[in-house]
T-cell receptor, first 115, second 114 residues
């Protein structure tokens, strides 16, 4: 089974609708992240969380909110979806930097289309 | 955050060694250099990380000169399956309670030609 899972994998919604993307991980990591990727562009950080009680904005948090329900779950919400939020969304996790590696583990992505 | 610059795209033939260079002129003392690989419609995958000189693993080598203002990812004897986007990231490795914002730029799109 995949260590980082995202649901749904694909979603088409309409402008103004509320939508939630969910991420679950079995790696036991404290840190979780949400990114979006637009065609031909790199990933941009939306929100990140270092533990259940910690939520931080990334570079493009406007229009998004998150909830860290448990160590293993981190949800991203679009309160009122708009077409320019059409993108590929990735969830990622990382352990505390106990070693020399600061590796992030990514989920398979959710392709969101807002009409 | 240290900004990185890498070529937008590269082509190479199968069996060749490929070197992708990344510039990071304002790298900080505590910053590490990390490379990720991304296949279409998949999340990025960690390849290698280093601080100085040379690091080698089963997938790639990373060369970092003494001034650390650039780094080179080396992929030996590439195959078609190495066609992907490669991202160079620079950021502080250790920060238990601080920011850990690794910025993914646009990356280098590597295409392997048969």
């Amino acid at each position: 089974d995949a260590d980082v899972t995202q649901t749904p994998r694909n979603r088409i919604t309409k402008t103004g609708k509320r939508i939630m993307l969910e991420c679950s991980q079995t790696k036991g990591h404290d840190r979780m992240y949400w990114y979006r990727q637009d065609p031909g562009l790199g990933l941009r950080l939306i929100y990140y969380s270092f533990d259940v009680k910690d939520i931080n904005k990334g570079e493009i948090s406007d229009g998004y909110s998150v909830s860290r329900q448990a160590q293993a779950k981190f949800s991203l919400s679009l309160e009122s979806a708009i077409p320019n939020q059409t993108a590929l969304y990735f969830c990622a996790t990382s352990d505390r930097p106990r070693t020399s590696y600061n590796e992030q583990f990514f989920g398979p992505g959710t392709r969101l289309t807002v009409l | 955050l240290a900004k990185t610059t890498q070529p937008i795209s590269m082509d190479s033939y199968e069996g060749q060694e490929v070197n992708i260079t990344c510039s990071h002129n304002n790298i900080a003392t505590n910053d590490y250099i990390t490379w990720y690989q991304q296949f279409p419609s998949q999340g990025p995958r960690f390849i290698i990380q280093g601080y100085k000189t040379k690091v080698t693993n089963e997938v790639a080598s990373l060369f970092i000169p003494a001034d650390r203002k650039s780094s080179t990812l080396s992929l030996p004897r590439v195959s078609l399956s190495d066609t992907a986007v490669y991202y160079c990231l620079v950021g502080d490795r250790i920060s238990n309670f601080g920011n850990e914002k690794l910025t993914f730029g646009t990356g280098t799109r590597l295409t392997i030609i048969p």
